[in-house]
């Protein structure tokens, strides 16, 4: 199996997360998104029509996308499931999954962010705000979430799930950038309680090979 990631990239850290919790090897392969790497013809052509960081390569089969990539490795290594099966608890860790997957990170990844200030032309401070504010607006709704259906040491009971492979990499990213993020008891708690974890800290940035 091979992993094609970014050492700072939140979604490639979500499969890193989840390819250790599973104990699965892997060849890391790593794609400079800072130089435009995920751009190059050949690496959108041959890995990731997305343009994007993470993918993961297993023989013939390529794929991109961390949501696919997790759902895909829970379908052919489903110990330990990160993706629940009974209907309501699979339902509520979609759901927090989503606030970060679809509500927080697409509006502050490094390309909306050059775009803000390449083309738009926003000051550093501009850029700064909408990034402090857009992590603000997110982690209270996956707050509001953990305080009426959270439960246990993880956002979702006893185990850790999709749910952590998502909110711990976003509390990351948002810190990195100077972000408070103390005031969201419950996601704090969660995430001291995964970083006390062999497996969140074997995938953390710092860690990977092309940490810079």
């Given at each position: 199996?091979?992993?094609?990631?970014?050492?700072?990239?939140?979604?490639?850290?979500?499969?890193?997360?989840?390819?250790?919790?599973?104990?699965?090897?892997?060849?890391?392969?790593?794609?400079?998104?800072?130089?435009g790497?995920?751009?190059?013809?050949d690496?959108?052509?041959?890995?990731?029509?997305?343009?994007?960081?993470?993918?993961?390569?297993e023989?013939?089969?390529?794929?991109?996308?961390?949501?696919?990539?997790?759902?895909?490795?829970?379908?052919?290594?489903?110990?330990?499931?990160?993706?629940?099966?009974?209907?309501?608890a699979?339902?509520?860790?979609?759901?927090?999954?989503?606030?970060?997957?679809?509500?927080?990170?697409?509006?502050?990844?490094?390309?909306?962010?050059?775009?803000?200030?390449?083309?738009?032309?926003?000051?550093p401070?501009?850029?700064?705000?909408w990034?402090?504010?857009?992590v603000?607006?997110?982690?209270?709704?996956?707050?509001?979430?953990?305080?009426r259906?959270?439960?246990g040491?993880?956002?979702?009971?006893?185990?850790?799930?999709?749910?952590?492979?998502?909110?711990?990499?976003q509390?990351?990213?948002?810190?990195r950038?100077?972000?408070?993020?103390?005031?969201?008891?419950?996601?704090?708690?969660?995430?001291?309680?995964?970083?006390?974890?062999?497996?969140?800290?074997?995938?953390?940035?710092?860690?990977?090979?092309?940490?810079?």
């Amino acid at each position: 199996m091979q992993l094609h990631s970014f050492f700072n990239s939140s979604t490639s850290y979500r499969v890193r997360i989840a390819l250790a919790l599973k104990g699965l090897p892997y060849d890391y392969l790593p794609v400079d998104i800072r130089k435009g790497a995920h751009r190059a013809p050949d690496y959108v052509a041959g890995v990731n029509a997305s343009a994007s960081v993470p993918a993961i390569a297993e023989g013939d089969f390529q794929l991109g996308q961390s949501m696919a990539i997790i759902d895909w490795l829970d379908q052919v290594h489903p110990e330990p499931r990160l993706i629940p099966l009974q209907t309501q608890a699979r339902a509520r860790v979609l759901e927090l999954s989503n606030v970060i997957a679809c509500d927080i990170h697409p509006v502050n990844n490094l390309r909306v962010l050059r775009y803000l200030q390449d083309v738009l032309k926003v000051t550093p401070e501009q850029k700064d705000a909408w990034y402090a504010h857009w992590v603000a607006d997110g982690l209270a709704m996956v707050e509001r979430l953990l305080e009426r259906h959270g439960h246990g040491a993880w956002c979702f009971g006893d185990a850790p799930t999709l749910a952590d492979c998502c909110l711990v990499p976003q509390v990351a990213n948002a810190r990195r950038m100077g972000c408070d993020t103390d005031g969201f008891e419950r996601i704090t708690r969660v995430v001291a309680h995964a970083m006390a974890q062999p497996a969140f800290q074997a995938a953390e940035p710092k860690r990977q090979p092309d940490a810079a």
